[in-house]
């Protein structure tokens, strides 16, 4: 089969960003006075999620640092609902692998399950809390702020995600989104928000926005009663600045890698175009993409492969590294089972996308509209098929790097990474 041959492009996105972050940190919480509301010796949970956002440790470590200047005791409390296999160690090596660890943090860690009943909506919905959290005197809670995968609203992914969804462990994230088949998002956030704001002792909000290029571009310290407010405003910003694909029509997109790190669906469905369903484009996405190839997991995933599904096809090395329990708990947890499905498997990369090609129309294979990106969130630097080369020539945002070329593939017939291709290394590690 005739392949296209494929362009190496730089993205030009907006993409400002902090380059001292602790720094930043202390100087948002410092504008906030905290001081007032701590008493020497006072205990402050601190929030970590389960996605890997640039820097994170250094960034809950600036805010420990930064309560331990008021007298305080900070600790750690992983947030990440039923990541990690739903068991307190799981989520500990979560954040570990980010660089959270008490050695670094100078913290302790304190990861449980257990959960406390705070009280029920007038909707029925019980509202649960982390139980260290909840026997804290403070809790901050520390997220980015972003577009869901899923839920729409002015409110999206951020502070009050993790507080309700995060800190509400598995039994809580399992009840909420149980909710979301009866309740819309927006009036679910805003009434469980408003419960754990005032019974669960939130001190705080450090937001996080990332911006292209995967930097970290904003950090704001949210007073609790701003919760609500500011996050619609962040999340306006963080939809501008996030990136995306550079051409809305594409017929087969192939990715690298595929991680709870990278996105809670694995894959950004605001990235790939499915965010409202998993197998096709709809008329509310920003791109179309016809057919996906995902090429492995990330290490930090641990084995968690939910998304995998929205892919047409993989690789049975990607099939053999999936945890399917952590996986099928993850999706229960989010009542969404079809993000545990598994796509079709082939043994090599150059077996996937011969069956591929077979699927996409008439068009010739070598005259295609292909993408291969590393992840969703490390798309400044991509490969592009051939045929959108009269387009980038007419966009000033839009830079070639290497002139066209043959796809790249070592001996064994997989394709080599969109890292490893400026390489051109035949021995080079392959996913």
Not at 274 to 293: E, G, L, M, P, Y
Request: aromatic content about 6%; charged content about 25%; hydrophobic content about 40%.
């Amino acid at each position: 089969m005739q392949y296209p041959r494929m362009l190496r492009v730089q993205q030009k996105f907006d993409a400002p960003w902090i380059d001292d972050l602790p720094r930043e940190v202390d100087r948002h919480l410092g504008a906030l006075d905290l001081g007032q509301q701590i008493t020497p010796g006072d205990t402050v949970a601190i929030t970590a999620g389960s996605r890997g956002i640039t820097h994170i440790a250094k960034i809950i470590k600036a805010a420990a640092d930064h309560f331990k200047k008021l007298g305080a005791i900070p600790f750690v409390v992983p947030a990440m609902g039923s990541h990690g296999g739903g068991t307190a160690e799981g989520q500990r090596q979560i954040i570990e692998s980010y660089g959270i660890t008490e050695e670094f943090m100078e913290a302790e860690i304190r990861s449980s399950m257990e959960t406390v009943f705070v009280q029920e909506t007038p909707q029925g919905i019980p509202v649960h809390f982390d139980r260290n959290a909840f026997e804290a005197d403070h809790v901050l809670v520390c997220g980015r702020v972003k577009p869901h995968t899923s839920f729409v609203g002015v409110i999206e992914s951020g502070l009050c995600k993790m507080m309700l969804i995060g800190l509400g462990k598995h039994t809580g994230a399992k009840l909420y989104h149980q909710a979301i088949q009866d309740y819309s998002w927006p009036e679910i956030v805003t009434v469980l928000a408003d419960t754990v704001l005032k019974e669960c002792k939130i001190i705080a909000g450090l937001a996080i926005v990332e911006s292209a290029y995967n930097k970290v571009g904003l950090i704001e310290a949210v007073r609790p009663n701003d919760f609500l407010e500011r996050e619609k405003a962040l999340l306006i910003i963080s939809k501008k600045w996030m990136p995306r694909l550079p051409f809305q029509k594409v017929e087969i997109l192939i990715v690298d890698e595929l991680g709870k790190n990278i996105s809670g669906t694995g894959m950004d469905t605001n990235v790939i175009g499915r965010k409202f369903n998993d197998h096709a484009a709809t008329q509310h996405d920003d791109v179309s993409v016809k057919r996906i190839f995902v090429r492995g997991l990330t290490n930090e995933t641990h084995g968690n492969a939910c998304g995998l599904g929205m892919a047409e096809v993989t690789n049975l090395r990607t099939i053999d590294a999936v945890d399917r329990k952590t996986t099928a708990i993850n999706a229960l947890t989010g009542s969404h089972p079809s993000a545990a499905s598994l796509p079709m498997a082939f043994q090599t990369d150059r077996e996937a996308i011969d069956a591929l090609f077979l699927t996409i129309g008439l068009i010739e294979p070598e005259n295609s509209q292909v993408i291969h990106i590393s992840n969703t969130l490390q798309i400044g630097e991509i490969l592009v098929s051939e045929f959108y080369l009269p387009e980038i020539e007419s966009r000033n945002d839009l830079e070639i790097l290497e002139d066209p070329r043959d796809m790249n593939f070592d001996d064994d017939g997989n394709l080599i990474p969109v890292a490893g291709a400026a390489l051109a290394k035949p021995d080079h590690a392959v996913l």
